[in-house]
T-cell receptor
Framework: GAGVSQSPSNKVTEKGKDVELRCDPI?????LYWYRQRLGQGLEFLIY????????KSGLPSDRFSAERTGESVSTLTIQRTQQEDSAVYLC?????????????FGPGTRLTVL | GDSVTQMEGPVTLSEEAFLTINCTYT??????LFWYVQYPGEGLQLLLK?????DKGSNKGFEATYRKETTSFHLEKGSVQVSDSAVYFC????????????FGRGTSLIVHP
C-alpha cells in the first residue's frame, strides 16, 4: 500500500517568509509525528497527534512553529517568519493504533533551506 | 527520562567486513527497541525490532539482541556490502506511558568496495 508522503520534497525560502509543509500519513494510522533533522544530527521531536486527542506540542522550539491535523488524515506544519536556523529536513511519521503501534513509518522528508 | 546512546561515527569498513554498532539505553519499564536505517536522501525505515528481553531482531542479514542485563541492543552484520552504507539509528519506545519514541543520534556507516 501507499506509504507516508510529504510535500514539497524541497523548499527554498527567504528569511522572514512563512512556509507550510504537508504530510499524508498511511491510511488508518491514528498517530502522526513531526521531527526535525538538522544536517548530520539526530531526530528532534516536534509534535505528536493521536486520533482526536489534544496534540503533544512539547517539542516545538518556538511559537513560530505550529501544526494542525484534520481528524486522522493530513497534517500541516507551519513555520512563521522563518530563520536560517530553521534550515533542516522535516520528517513526518505515522503509526497504527494497534498491532504494530510502536513502529514508526517515515515519509521521505521535506528539505527546507532558509536563505 | 529515557535516553539512547550509540557509538559515534562514521564507521568505515571494507566490503565483507564484520559490523558492530553499539547502542545502550536508559528507560523505565520494559521498552521496545528498534534499529532504523536512513539511506542517502531518504526518510528512516525500520530495519529490525525486539520487544522483550533476549529477543533477537533480524532483517537483511542484520541482527540485534535485546540485552536487559546490559541495557544494550547492539547491531551486527557478518558481511557488509557497499549498499549498506547509510545512517543507522537506535531507538526505544517506552512502556512507561509516553508515546514519543527516543532516538539515538545516528551512526554513519561507509562501506568501501
Amino acid at each position: 500500500g501507499a506509504g507516508v508522503s510529504q510535500s514539497p520534497s524541497n523548499k527554498v525560502t527567504e528569511k522572514g517568509k512563512d512556509v507550510e509543509l504537508r504530510c499524508d500519513p498511511i491510511s488508518g494510522h491514528t498517530a502522526l509525528y513531526w521531527y526535525r533533522q538538522r544536517l548530520g544530527q539526530g531526530l528532534e521531536f516536534l509534535i505528536y497527534f493521536q486520533g482526536n486527542s489534544a496534540p503533544d506540542k512539547s517539542g516545538l522550539p518556538s511559537d513560530r512553529f505550529s501544526a494542525e491535523r484534520t481528524g486522522e488524515s493530513v497534517s500541516t506544519l507551519t513555520i512563521q517568519r522563518t530563520q536560517q536556523e530553521d534550515s533542516a529536513v522535516y520528517l513526518c511519521a505515522s503509526s497504527p493504533q494497534s498491532g504494530d503501534s510502536d513502529t514508526q513509518y517515515f515519509g521521505p522528508g521535506t528539505r527546507l533551506t532558509v536563505l | 527520562g529515557d535516553s539512547v546512546t550509540q557509538m559515534e561515527g562514521p564507521v568505515t569498513l571494507s566490503e565483507e567486513a564484520f559490523l558492530t554498532i553499539n547502542c545502550t539505553y536508559t528507560a523505565t519499564g520494559y521498552p521496545s527497541l528498534f534499529w532504523y536505517v536512513q539511506y542517502p536522501g531518504e526518510g528512516l525505515q525500520l530495519l529490525l525490532k525486539a520487544t522483550k528481553a533476549d529477543d533477537k531482531g533480524s532483517n537483511k542479514g542484520f541482527e540485534a539482541t535485546y540485552r536487559k542485563e546490559t541495557t544494550s541492543f547492539h547491531l551486527e552484520k557478518g558481511s557488509v556490502q557497499v549498499s549498506d552504507s547509510a545512517v543507522y539509528f537506535c531507538a526505544l519506545s517506552s512502556s512507561g506511558g509516553s508515546y514519543i519514541p527516543t532516538f539515538g543520534r545516528g551512526t554513519s556507516l561507509i562501506v568501501h568496495p
